[in-house]
């Protein structure tokens, strides 16, 4: 068992316990959003360090005025 950290812009996002590591270019979720594994550090022998960046979520458009307001 291994333990991870994963880690974006050197910012701790989860830690935990693996049986299996994630490769490189693999996609994942963490917390309900897609990552991509970028980069694996090994730290010594059970634990790594895990670069990952998330996927671009676009922000949605307001939606334009219809109308003036009834009164």
């Known amino acids: 068992m291994f333990v991870t950290h994963f880690y974006e812009n050197k910012t701790s996002v989860l830690s935990q316990l693996l049986v299996n590591l994630p490769t490189v270019e693999e996609n994942i979720k963490i917390k309900g959003r897609k990552a991509k594994v970028v980069q694996i550090t090994q730290i010594d022998d059970h634990n790594y360090q ?22």
Do not use: V, Y
């Open 50 to 71: 895990i670069s990952i960046i998330f996927e671009k979520i676009p922000k949605k458009q307001p939606l334009k005025d219809i109308g003036k307001k009834k009164r």
